[in-house]
């Protein structure tokens, strides 16, 4: 069962309360997954479709619960491969339907005449737990959310602009930015932060979705503090077994054309070390001194054992 598949069944296990929070769900879910069937100007019927048996299952609940009105079910076989269904939530007497979606406010309804301009959602419910209701819905009727071990991606659908431009208003009282761009004729608001993922699925009561991604999150942090840290002592080591290489180069430079006897004790013995530990670093050198010395001290006689090396080269002899 994937990711979104799980968060939507914990979704559709919450029945709010207060009828105006199950109002604000229904109309969530109708706004994104229904669709109105016109019969002729005064008739009209409400088709909605989830491949997801969950929210059907709450669809036909809340239904029956607010409106005391009997939803009739039919399931559409997809793909004979995968084995897919789609469940089909049709509510067909007129009376019924317009009640449904004037209460919702998908319609008003006018002397006899039928406006499809819906209410918005940010008008129509003004309480918070009615807007969580309406996000809710809303997830439930076209909404995914990818699998956190591969990437933080969360998104709704829709054929309907203004139906997103809603959520995404809803979403801003929340301080969360969701983007909305046109992908394959729909239209797509995506959140893409892990940390605005994590305040969505807590609004909208996926607390067990919620904790399943925390505990992805703090993994996937551990692991690239863990490489951060690795790389960062994988660089060092390189540094210094270059800088040593370069060392050991260099006394041998200066053995060859003085032999490092020439050398004054103190520099001929961190010269000896080297030879003797190249795969030492300069704190690890001067502790194999006697008596031991510190990091800086064991930098100042490199520096004047390459300043040998640079007059030899130069065609100056110095012992140093």
Known sequence: MSFSTETKEELARILPEQQCCQMAELSGILSSAGSIDLKGRHHLAIHLTTENPSTARKIFKLIKLIFAVNTEIQVRQTNRFRRSKQYILLVQDTEDSKRILEETGLISLKKESISLEAVSPLKRFQDRGCRRAFLRGAFLGSGSISAPEKNYHMEFVSDRLTHLQDIQSILKGYDIEGRIIERKGSQVLYLKEGEQIVDL??????????????????LKQMRNDIN?????????????????????????????????????????????????????????????????????????????????????????????
Do not use: W
């Open 201 to 218: 699925l807590n609004i909208m009561g996926a607390h067990n979705a919620l904790l399943s991604l925390e505990n992805i999150r703090i």
């Open 228 to 320: 951060r840290i690795v790389n960062c002592e994988t660089a060092n080591l390189s540094k210094t077994v270059q800088a040593s290489m370069k060392q050991v180069e260099m006394i041998r430079y200066i053995d060859q054309r003085i032999g490092i006897e020439q050398l004054s004790p103190v520099l001929r013995t961190i010269a000896a070390a080297r030879l003797k530990y190249p795969e030492a670093s300069l704190k690890e050198l001067g502790e194999y001194m006697e008596p031991p010395i510190g990091k800086s001290g064991v930098n100042h006689r490199f520096r004047k054992l390459e300043q040998i090396e640079k007059n030899l080269r130069s065609g100056k002899k110095e012992t140093g």
